[in-house]
């Protein structure tokens, strides 16, 4: 066999390693994932039995009444769970503009508050057989968690806990209630508190963390962006606590219900906002109170 010859032979090598291995990185991550959904399905409490009366948001803020008319109906059954997938691109540069994209798959819980977020970000989009990062994002019976790793075998973060981990964590299940609208209600387990004729601070308690957020509304009743004014940016000792912002828009009809199609995450950093994700919503199955 010449160069040539042992040189294809030998690339044909490599690239069939490299396939295999990552083939054994989709299963590794497969049953991890099988693991953590199992442990938000072991948290879950019964369901408030009843419909959505649309008289208990007679006493809320004005905006917020104005949401809940624009969204729902009278007679809307409780949203139990929300499985959805998106699409979009992530920065993966804290300090520049590296964005690469991803689709994801994310499973939330209302009773009690959890989700999962399954995630696989195309590193190197020419080659993304062989240079995927997946990372599993979750709020799960108090506990939020951050792992990433390439090919689903490498890892390149982990972290886990109560504390601000879990703040943060149950924060982005908060903002993205516009997702499972019905999550939203006081009767759901959210007080709501006037602030102006277009936002109001909404607050959420889950054991021993307790979060109020600011949401803002367009004048159609529809939620705009939902902020936070410290929330961890980074992970272990190189968190630091910056303002958070998630924006929310191009609503549509979904199971009766206006839901938005498109979300935004953003820092406020000294600079100005530096945003971070946007994702398109490509499905969405609801699971109701029966």
């Known amino acids: 066999m010449n160069l040539m010859g042992w040189t294809t032979l030998g690339i044909g090598l490599l690239v069939a390693a490299a396939a295999g291995l990552a ?5 590794r991550w497969a049953g991890a994932t099988q693991e953590q959904l199992a ?7 019964p369901a408030l039995a009843g419909l959505y009366d649309a008289r208990e948001i ?3 803020p004005g905006p917020v009444q104005r949401y809940f008319r624009a969204v729902l109906k009278d007679g809307q059954p ?7 997938e998106l699409s979009g691109t992530i920065n993966m540069s804290a300090t520049g503009e590296s ?13 009690h508050p959890g989700f999962l977020w399954n995630g696989r970000v195309a590193m190197l989009p020419g080659l993304a057989a062989l240079s995927t990062a997946t990372v599993h994002d979750s709020y799960i019976a108090g506990t939020g968690t951050l792992h990433a790793a390439l090919l689903g075998l490498f890892t390149v973060a982990d972290v886990q806990g109560g504390g601000e981990i879990a703040r943060g964590e149950l924060m982005r299940y908060f903002a993205e209630m516009a997702w499972y609208p019905t999550a939203l209600l006081p009767s759901q387990g959210v007080r709501w508190e006037a602030v102006d004729d277009s936002s109001a601070n909404a607050t959420l308690v889950d054991g021993p963390i307790s979060l109020t957020l600011l949401f803002q509304f367009d004048p159609a009743g529809f939620i705009t962006s939902v902020h ?5 940016s980074g992970v272990g000792k190189d968190m630091v606590m910056l303002p958070w912002d998630c924006s929310v ?10 839901v938005p199609t498109r979300g935004e995450a953003a820092w406020l950093r000294l600079e100005g906002r530096k945003s971070y994700f946007v994702g398109d919503l490509t499905s969405l199955v609801y699971e109701f109170q029966t």
């Open 23 to 27: 083939a054994f990185g989709r299963s």
């Open 39 to 45: 442990l938000l399905e072991a948290a879950r409490l």
């Open 58 to 60: 007679d006493v809320l």
């Open 78 to 84: 409780f949203i139990t769970v929300a499985t959805f």
């Open 99 to 111: 964005w690469k994209p991803f689709t994801s798959w994310q499973r939330a819980v209302v009773h």
């Open 228 to 232: 936070a004014d410290a929330r961890g």
């Open 249 to 258: 828009s191009n609503y549509q009809l979904r199971y009766g219900m206006m």
